[in-house]
T-cell receptor, first 117, second 111 residues
């Protein structure tokens, strides 16, 4: 069975601090996708990044960076120089092709990030 | 390009009633998935539709059903509502195999 664990329930930082959100996943499939979504108070899930299981190249996009390590089944997300607008719940998700046309997403419980001014 | 739209945004129903939620995907997206979000269970997959056919289903009772129309718009229906059905229902659209884009959700309260 597949599972996504986000051990950090809540994180509180002061603006301009760097923060890393942890994500550990479990699956027996060799082909899968990993995602990060952000959910601001408005409720809409905002897509941040997708990574497939064959691409362990880490990525930096502006203030965001991602660290994918298959050896430890981790897909961590770092925000550099955090801002108040980054305050949201962040979800890590595992996508598996279960015979449908798309990937069935299994989400972690989410990490509430609060960035204080 | 307009995003995923969901109607209504808020809904209050009584136990035993039924409810229909609507989702209009991003133009050109033919795959629509539905998720339920509750404080206790988190985000859980309900079902996925593509080309008017249900392609995948999560572990929910038969009271939860859905359909997709030829224009890719989708509806989900919950019959015989229970208090535990109170949740944020999120719809996501995508092209097959590509990342899913979510709508703002419909917040359903069952009293």
């Amino acid at each position: 069975a597949q599972k996504v664990t986000q051990a950090q329930t809540e994180i509180s930082v002061v603006e301009k601090e760097d923060v890393t959100l942890d994500c550990v996943y479990e699956t027996r499939d060799t082909t899968y996708y990993l995602f990060w979504y952000k959910q601001p108070p408005s409720g809409e899930l905002v897509f941040l990044i997708r990574r497939n299981s064959f691409d362990e190249q880490n990525e930096i996009s502006g203030r965001y960076s991602w660290n994918f390590q298959k050896s430890t089944s981790s897909f961590n997300f770092t925000i550099t120089a955090s801002q108040v607008v980054d305050s949201a719940v962040y979800f890590c998700a595992l996508g598996l092709n279960s015979g449908g046309s798309n990937y069935k997403l299994t989400f972690g419980k989410g990490t509430l990030l609060t960035v204080n001014p | 390009k307009a995003g995923v739209t969901q109607t209504p945004r808020y809904l209050i129903k009584t136990r035993g009633q039924q409810v229909t939620l609507s989702c209009s995907p991003i133009s050109g997206h033919r795959s629509v998935s539905w998720y339920q979000q509750t404080p206790g269970q988190g985000l859980q997959f309900l079902f996925e539709y593509f080309s008017e056919t249900q392609r995948n289903k999560g572990n929910f009772p038969g009271r939860f059903s859905g359909r997709q129309f030829s224009n890719s718009r989708s509806e989900m229906n919950v019959s015989t509502l229970e208090l535990g059905d109170s949740a944020l229902y999120l719809c996501a659209s995508s092209r097959p195999g590509i990342e899913q884009y979510f709508g703002p959700g419909t917040r359903l309260t069952v009293t």
